[in-house]
């Protein structure tokens, strides 16, 4: 069994930086990609970065420039550095799993709060 655990979230000022990351434990199977959700007050959860264990990185438009994602799969880790912070990124920032390939995984984190004050 995967479990995901985030840590790093927190308050930070508008024009701030914090880092995110995201540790896997349990059975970790090869080719899944890994990534961060975000779910913003009173909106749907949205994509913002994804890395695959192959090292491709895809980003949401609204962060991309500004995020950066990386991941060693050695230690089964995905980070995020958030720079230029918004007050339109305060949102729950979520780790994912997901393999698309038998067999399948969608595992999720509990989530951390990042708010960025204006």
């Known amino acids: 069994q995967v479990q995901l655990v985030e840590s790093g979230g927190g308050l930070v000022q508008a024009g701030g930086s914090l880092r995110l990351s995201c540790a896997a434990s349990?059975?970790?199977?090869?080719?899944?990609?890994m990534g961060w959700y975000r779910q913003p007050p009173g909106k749907e959860r949205e994509l913002v970065a994804t890395v695959t264990s192959g090292g491709t990185i895809s980003y949401g438009d609204s962060v991309e420039g500004r995020f950066t994602i990386s991941r060693d799969n050695r230690k089964n880790t995905v980070t995020m550095e958030m720079n230029s912070l918004k007050p339109e990124d305060t949102a729950v920032y979520y780790c994912r799993l997901r393999r698309r390939i038998t067999p399948l995984y969608d595992v999720w984190g509990q989530g951390t709060q990042v708010t960025v004050s204006s």
């Open positions: 349990g059975s970790i199977p090869g080719a899944a990609v």
